[in-house]
């Protein structure tokens, strides 16, 4: 979809159930959405195989029946993905190229980028192996492209710091969760920023200077 065009209700990407083959996405127009994205190889592929069992317990009906996942089953996946991946990634398992300062900065301004244009970014962070982000995609931008961007821009200019060639910097699949109401967006917006906290990298989460909540000097 180029920057003009219109989402409509056939296309799934902007509104409806699709899946890139590993978890599935539920989107809805003018909604706003909890993601995150991972760097490659922080997943082992055994783990990868546990939890995608783990993973389709939850989805097997709404795949089966072919229809969208109820608000229920989007909440059970994200307790699933924040307790069993999210936690698995706050370990620092693979690489780490998001701890070096240079590199979660160039992530940290891509987020910020296009914020108030193509997106509202409601919180962020960026972790050590992975990012949090909280948007609302504006009118004629959808969520993939938003992702696609960031990933892509983040990737090349990573890469480049690293000086390494033809290798693959994020994994391919994010998370992202359809935000219902205020409550959820709230609860969204308090587990992004609480994140460095909760995997001990900072006391406080303005403590963390890669983050929508950084307070330099508090």
């Not at 910020?112 to 409601?122: I, M, N, P, S, V």
């Not at 990737?155 to 998370?175: D, H, M, P, Y």
Request: with cysteine; net charge neutral; glycine share 6%.
């Amino acid at each position: 979809m180029n920057s003009g065009d219109s989402p409509s209700d056939d296309n799934p990407i902007a509104s409806g159930f699709h899946s890139r083959g590993v978890l599935p996405h539920l989107k809805r127009e003018g909604a706003s959405y909890f993601v995150v994205f991972r760097l490659a190889g922080t997943l082992p592929k055994d783990v990868l195989l546990r939890l995608k069992a783990e993973r389709e317990a939850i989805i097997a009906q709404a795949q089966a029946a072919r229809r969208l996942l109820t608000w229920h089953e989007q909440e059970e996946l994200f307790r699933w993905y924040s307790t069993r991946v999210d936690k698995y990634l706050d370990a620092g398992h693979g690489d780490c190229w998001l701890a070096r300062s240079e590199i979660a900065d160039l992530v940290a301004g891509a987020l910020k980028f296009h914020a108030g244009q193509r997106f509202d970014l409601h919180a962020w962070v960026v972790m050590p192996n992975h990012a949090h982000a909280v948007l609302r995609p504006r009118p004629g931008w959808t969520l993939s492209e938003i992702l696609k961007n960031w990933k892509g821009f983040s990737a090349r200019e990573a890469n480049r710091i690293l000086k390494r060639t033809g290798t693959t910097f994020w994994q391919v699949e994010s998370f992202d969760h359809l935000i219902r109401d205020d409550e959820d967006l709230h609860c969204c917006c308090h587990y992004t920023t609480m994140n460095p906290v909760n995997a001990g990298l900072c006391k406080q989460p303005e403590d963390w200077k890669w983050s929508s909540t950084y307070r330099p000097g508090s």
